[in-house]
């Protein structure tokens, strides 16, 4: 597990969450987190495209 979501998880079980409840609020985390990621990688490869078109001196 990610450092970070380590450290999430241990604040809100010393806050008094139940299991349950951080279990589901992790795994929401993660999901929005994994489409972040996705969503970047998507921008990451359209800006290498354009680049690319760019140098070719072709237009995007």
Known sequence: M???FQAIVDC???AGWSRG??????K???AADN???KENARTETQ???ARAM???GKPF
Do not use: F, K, V, Y
């Open 28 to 30: 929401r985390l993660i």
């Open 12 to 14: 809100m079980l010393e």
């Open 21 to 26: 409840e951080t279990l589901r609020s992790l």
């Open 2 to 4: 990610e450092p970070g």
């Open 35 to 37: 489409m972040t990621q």
């Open 47 to 49: 800006l290498a495209i």
């Open 54 to 56: 760019i140098r070719a």
